[in-house]
């Protein structure tokens, strides 16, 4: 009697991730996944799991590559749809975008997601100029997957010194154009676009007022940091309050320089601070802005009589000269000399 045939061997089975795992770690979760399909390049839910991978990394042509395989092995996978529109609205393909959501819309007519997307993508080639929707995480998620929203894992935190109250939102690679600050006397609200196409909002009312026009932020490659001006050399005690003010008191750090924070810990913020100082100091500027500070740098690190010499030619040559010798202006009225293409005029 024959032997019976031996079964043919099974193909591997490729690993499965959730939402969660991929907002973990989506470079690492995009490496296994390429390996899986390696071994397995029929499995759809793996392409629609790596194109997630992908709009968190921003490699948007990517996503959109990896969810068209998805359908293309399972034409009715209403996610790898809402992927591939995801990708096509981050590179401003905004009629394609459209289209894969109102197909997916097709496939699944409970989720909101598609409805909030269609209505970007409308509103976009419309050139609606309205207020952004605040989009949760779950847009790009499998909706199967229950998972809290990305900007709700986001952190914030807050110190001061004499003449600033500084925020600082933990926010890793957020593009300038994505970020928007603005400030009030007593209120400040930021907005910042997510990879993920969610909109983490932050809104503040102080405790005291503030001075807004002298109010900054700056977007750095680890956070958004955001610099309120103080009108007056006063500690404040928390940094939100509603209602009459509390009596103001005189800013005098304690002996630990231990400064009030959101967290539940204490910190030195006096290192900070300094840090802070040392990134200011080493920031690039460029044109008038980087020749005044070259200027107030050197008259800052200057001697007496430097400083007597930057004084005096200054004011003599009606600000068109600048001297540091002061064995040379010192002996003689500095006169005015004006560029070659420009005139001296008295007024």
């Not at 560029?339 to 001296?344: I, L, N, S």
């Amino acid at each position: 009697m024959a032997a019976a045939p031996p079964p043919a061997p099974q193909p591997p089975v490729a690993p499965r991730f959730s939402d969660g795992d991929i907002d973990r770690d989506p470079a690492a979760a995009a490496r296994e996944l390429t390996r899986a399909l390696e071994k397995n390049p029929d499995d759809s839910e793996c392409y629609c799991q790596r194109a997630y991978a992908h709009i968190l990394l921003q490699n948007y042509a990517d996503a959109v590559a990896d969810a068209k395989k998805s359908l293309e092995l399972n034409p009715s996978n209403a996610v790898a749809l809402l992927r591939k529109g995801l990708g096509e609205y981050h590179t401003k393909n905004y009629a394609s975008a459209l289209e894969s959501f109102k197909e997916g819309q097709r496939l699944d007519n409970v989720d909101d997601t598609f409805t909030i997307w269609i209505k970007r993508c409308e509103e976009t080639l419309n050139g609606s100029q309205t207020e952004m929707i605040q989009l949760p995480n779950a847009m790009c998620s499998n909706q199967n997957t229950q998972q809290q929203p990305l900007s709700s894992k986001i952190k914030y935190d807050w110190y001061q010194t004499e003449s600033q109250v500084i925020v600082t939102i933990m926010i890793k690679n957020a593009q300038k154009d994505d970020v928007r600050v603005q400030f009030s006397e007593k209120e400040m609200s930021a907005s910042v676009r997510l990879p993920s196409g969610e909109d983490y909002n932050l809104k503040l009312v102080l405790l005291h007022s503030i001075v807004p026009e002298q109010s900054t932020f700056k977007v750095l490659s680890t956070k958004v940091e955001i610099k309120m001006k103080k009108p007056e050399a006063v500690r404040w005690e928390k940094l939100e309050g509603q209602g009459d003010s509390p009596k103001l008191k005189q800013f005098t750090p304690d002996t630990q320089h231990l400064y009030p924070s959101s967290s539940h810990y204490t910190r030195n913020w006096d290192k900070l601070v300094v840090e802070i100082k040392e990134e200011e100091k080493n920031e690039k500027l460029e044109g008038d802005a980087a020749l005044n500070k070259l200027f107030q740098q050197i008259y800052s690190d200057g001697t007496d009589e430097v400083k007597r010499a930057m004084n005096k030619s200054f004011m003599e040559s009606g600000g068109t000269v600048l001297s540091t010798n002061w064995s040379d202006v010192g002996k003689r009225k500095v006169e005015v000399n004006p560029p070659d293409d420009m005139e001296w005029k008295k007024f």
